[in-house]
């Protein structure tokens, strides 16, 4: 291996069936690195404007002709699989990545075999390789977290990845060795991507998998824990295949009991237990893995990913567990991360130092728009006014953010004090379901201030939920839950995020003002914003007061 070489990885194995929405493969993706640092990523879906695409063939050869993504002559390409297969081939096949069909999981990537046609009868061979999908998901780790520590315990735990949905791994005297990998942890994410019951609970249909695990997290928040709905779930294989029998469930609801359900509605309290229950089950499944894991090993740190990994209740019983030192999870846990995973893992493979980054990744597509401009105390002042007087306004600055979550680059604020203004946000501006909750952004000095439970970094990445402090939800009752807890992103210092950092910092040195709604700047089922002419025309369509693109302020 040449450590020279940049590397360019994608994730874009085609679905087995093409349809309008994701089946079994979603958020197609890209990364280009090279001396361990990203130079380019994309999430598709912010370029193409379709939720979780699946297209990345489609769209790869216009990417390369159009120099949006700037190929050098020679790079090695590195191809993520997944269970569905391992092969990559671009519209017109001019990029094709092929390797053997994968058997086992191993530290390692496979050789592959790779062409690109270049020009009309000119092509070339290219270096290539196969990443396990497993894999991918661990070593997304390190462009945020910098290189593995020594004795970690490495986890992915996915809806499904390329042989198993679970898979831990003990990184020790610098190597990487296999404790286990299988589907029996299977039933719990299917709670969340493929069940019946959660699934008609919330009115989603099976096409919906992807967005269905924030909302019964969500939802579950306003139910009950109850040893007697999981026995009744258990005994019934928690009715995973019970599609269009929903009356056999209320049936049974009815006889084990005597509660009368004659439709799914979410207002109903016996529902929102079932949900609770869901969670509950996942939570101490899961949290008496890695507790063995732990004891097999003990290991002092953990590195996790996975779509699992955005259960953000879990993560915070995990953290509170005190089983490492540390956990680490990258903000794009998910799919969307698996291009910078395989990325990481070929160029640790080739003896670079991975470099940490920012979660401000997304650049493919915004390399010819205006980005210098400086923060100006004015349009600090002028956005707090804004705000101040109950407005909404939409961030459109700089880079994306990589992964599902608005980090402040690509969000939606507003005041965090109030309830009304939090419902309209949500469910009038985004149109959103009545249940599902808006998280805050606040200084970490506030954070620590205002959580029950001890300050951890993750909360950069919005992926914990802290328990408020009875003094403190009044002044955050906008974004408080209905288990009294909020998923906060903090923020440290200019460094994390300028124009965030300042507002924040205004607001709470001249007004008391001690958090802000943060939510990604797009409506139900729409991506992210990713331009500033997308911006624009979001804000218009959904009424905002203000809108800031690259620093300043747009008053609408």
Not at 188 to 196: E, G
Request: aromatic residues 12%.
């Amino acid at each position: 291996m040449n450590k020279n070489k940049p590397t360019l990885a994608i994730f874009g194995i085609k679905d087995r069936f093409v349809t309008e929405k994701t089946t079994f493969v979603h958020d197609h993706n890209l990364c280009l690195m090279q001396d361990g640092k990203v130079l380019q990523y994309l999430q598709l879906e912010r370029f193409s404007r379709r939720k979780y695409d699946n297209r990345l063939y489609e769209f790869l050869e216009d990417l390369i002709d159009s120099k949006l993504l700037n190929l050098p002559d020679d790079y090695d390409i590195v191809n993520v699989n997944i269970f569905v297969g391992n092969t990559f081939i671009s519209k017109s096949g001019r990029l094709r990545v092929e390797s053997n069909l994968q058997k086992e999981l191993k530290p390692d990537l496979d050789e592959a075999q790779a062409w690109f046609q270049y020009a009309d009868w000119e092509g070339k061979e290219i270096n290539a390789y196969e990443c396990p999908h497993e894999l991918a998901h661990i070593f997304s780790c390190l462009p945020f977290f910098g290189e593995f520590r020594e004795n970690s315990l490495l986890v992915s735990f996915d809806g499904a990845s390329s042989l198993c949905n679970f898979s831990a791994w003990h990184y020790i005297d610098g190597q990487m060795k296999l404790l286990e990998y299988h589907w029996e942890l299977g039933y719990l994410s299917k709670f969340f991507n493929d069940n019946f019951l959660s699934f008609s609970i919330l009115k989603a249909k099976p096409d919906d998998h992807c967005s269905v695990p924030g909302k019964l997290m969500g939802y579950a928040s306003w139910g009950n824990y109850s040893e007697r709905i999981e026995k009744w779930l258990k005994d019934n294989g928690y009715f995973k295949d019970y599609w269009d029998k929903e009356i056999a469930i209320f049936q049974s609801i009815k006889e084990n009991f005597g509660i009368e359900i004659s439709e799914f509605n979410t207002h109903n309290p016996f529902l929102m237990d079932i949900a609770a229950t869901f969670q509950h089950i996942f939570e101490q499944e899961f949290l008496q893995k890695i507790s063995e894991l732990q004891r097999k090993t003990s290991a002092e740190y953990m590195y996790y990913a996975g779509g699992c990994a955005l259960n953000i209740v879990t993560n915070t019983k995990l953290i509170g567990k005190l089983l490492f030192k540390n956990i680490f999870i990258p903000p794009c846990c998910n799919d969307s991360g698996l291009s910078l995973g395989a990325a990481a893992f070929l160029e640790w493979k080739k003896g670079n130092k991975i470099q940490p980054h920012s979660p401000y990744l997304c650049n493919i597509g915004l390399e010819n728009e205006n980005r210098q401009n400086e923060v100006s105390e004015e349009v600090i002042r002028q956005t707090a006014e804004i705000l101040l007087h109950d407005g909404i306004i939409g961030v459109c600055n700089g880079i994306s953010e990589v992964g599902p979550r608005a980090l402040g680059n690509r969000s939606l604020l507003a005041l965090a004090n109030s309830k009304e203004l939090a419902k309209k946000l949500s469910m009038e501006v985004k149109k959103r379901e009545w249940y599902r909750p808006v998280a805050p952004i606040m200084l970490e000095k506030v954070a620590r201030q205002v959580t029950v439970q001890p300050y951890h970094n993750l909360a950069k990445y919005m992926l914990l939920d802290f328990h408020v402090k009875p003094e403190f939800q009044n002044d955050l009752q906008g974004v408080v839950h209905a288990n009294e807890t909020a998923r906060i992103q903090s923020v440290s210092s200019e460094t994390d995020n300028p124009f965030i950092f300042r507002l924040l910092t205004y607001l709470y040195d001249n007004h008391g003002i001690m958090a802000l709604i943060n939510t990604s700047f797009n409506a139900q089922g729409e991506p992210i914003v990713h331009t500033a002419e997308q911006a624009m025309l979001s804000a218009k369509r959904m009424n905002l007061q203000g809108l800031i693109i690259d620093n300043k302020l747009i008053k609408m």
